[in-house]
């Protein structure tokens, strides 16, 4: 069974930063995207950002200039440097990984189970 395993939420003010970890806990046989995703109270998930295998990133508006995404191949690890944070960033983080578990399966989209971010003073 895949899983992705999160770390790094938590209670932060105003202008500070939190980093979130992300990593595939399982033997698998390759990794594509991997990104994350946020929901707040009484709103629907949006993606927040996504690098690719090549490093290719995209970015929600919101957070553009204030985050970075930033993945690790040999460990099959993505992270979320969150700095500047503001009460809008308050919600749930989810990971998101799309997955090979072996050369002959399908891809597949795994979800981690979620860390919660609380920005306030």
């Known amino acids: 069974q895949v899983q992705l395993v999160e770390s790094g939420g938590g209670l932060v003010q105003p202008g500070g930063s939190l980093r979130l970890s992300c990593a595939v806990s399982?033997?698998?046989?390759?990794?594509?995207?991997m990104g994350w995703y946020r929901q707040a109270p009484g709103k629907e998930r949006e993606v927040v950002a996504t690098?690719?295998?090549?490093?290719?990133?995209i970015y929600a508006d919101s957070v553009k200039d204030r985050f970075i995404i930033a993945r690790d191949k040999s460990k099959n690890a993505v992270y979320l440097q969150m700095n500047s944070l503001n009460p809008e960033d308050t919600a749930v983080y989810y990971c998101?990984?799309?997955?090979?578990?072996?050369?002959?399966?399908?891809?597949?989209?795994?979800w981690g189970q979620g860390t919660q971010v609380t920005v306030s003073s």
């Open positions: 690098v690719t295998h090549d490093d290719s990133t």
């Open positions: 399982s033997s698998i046989f390759s990794v594509n995207v």
């Open positions: 998101n990984a799309e997955v090979r578990r072996s050369w002959s399966s399908p891809w597949r989209d795994y």
